[in-house]
């Protein structure tokens, strides 16, 4: 099963808002509400910022908010700040019962 | 406070074994379904094993089916990650990674910081 598709790099300055696109296919993305959102920082383990296409964690800003529609999920980050420059993994749940990641989108903040 | 942490990565030659563990705490163990998940050196997360809470049940990536055996010991909250054949590619920073759910993992809340797995001769 291939990788979900993810743009390899987006950028936006402090303040603005930016999305994240996720395409997979039948048996994942578009079959399931089981979307997560990672972020990773340089060195760091990845945390978990949205799941269930777009529920948040406690304790994860209101500024990033997911959503789906048909094969693509999406992230979006609000309000930019410098420390949200990170890698952004978007994984989803399949019909074999695994879970299948994207290839990773590098965030830079300008 | 909810901690994964992860033991037992090194160097190893092509052709030989190694075994992971991760020692949970904080939770109730044998709750969750956990996994493993790898990144490479540069590369992005891949996701390698899932297991469910009482270990019956347990999925593979295609890459590692067969070679890795992934396994778990609630009365010790310690999972486990058997890995035999290795492979240069199964070089990576190897993650154990907490499920939401019981039976299987839909996405994973809560990760360790990982151990790194070198195959090379």
């Known amino acids: 099963q291939s990788a979900l598709t993810q743009p390899a790099s987006v950028s936006g300055s402090p303040g603005q808002s930016i999305t994240i696109s996720c395409t997979g296919t039948?048996?994942?993305?578009?079959?399931?509400?089981?979307v997560s959102w990672y972020q990773q920082h340089p060195g760091k383990a990845p945390k978990l910022m949205i799941y269930?296409?777009?529920s948040r964690p406690s304790g994860v800003s209101n500024r990033f908010s997911g959503s789906k529609s048909g094969y693509t999920a999406s992230l979006t980050i609000s309000g930019l700040q410098a420390e949200d420059e990170a890698d952004y993994y978007c994984?989803?749940?399949?019909?074999?019962?695994?879970?299948?990641f994207g290839g990773g989108t590098k965030l830079t903040v300008l | 406070e909810v901690q994964l942490v992860e033991s037992g990565g090194g160097l190893v030659q092509p052709g030989g074994s190694l075994r992971l563990s991760c020692a949970a705490s904080?939770?109730?163990?044998?709750?969750?379904?956990m996994s493993w998940v790898r990144q490479a050196p540069g590369k992005g997360l891949e996701w390698v094993s899932g297991?469910?809470?009482?270990?019956?049940?347990?999925k593979y990536a295609d890459s590692v089916r067969g070679r890795f055996t992934m396994s778990r010991d609630n009365s010790k909250n310690t999972l486990y990650l058997q890995m035999n054949s290795l492979r240069g590619e199964d070089t990576a920073v190897y993650y154990c990674?907490?499920?939401?759910?019981?039976?299987?993992?839909?996405?994973?809340?809560?990760w360790g910081k990982g151990t790194t797995v070198t195959v090379s001769s």
């Open positions: 990674a907490k499920g939401a759910g019981h039976y299987v993992v839909y996405h994973m809340d809560v």
């Open positions: 904080g939770f109730t163990f044998s709750s969750n379904a």
């Open positions: 297991i469910s809470g009482s270990g019956g049940s347990t």
């Open positions: 039948s048996s994942d993305i578009a079959y399931y509400n089981y």
């Open positions: 269930d296409v777009s």
């Open positions: 994984g989803s749940y399949t019909s074999n019962s695994t879970v299948i």
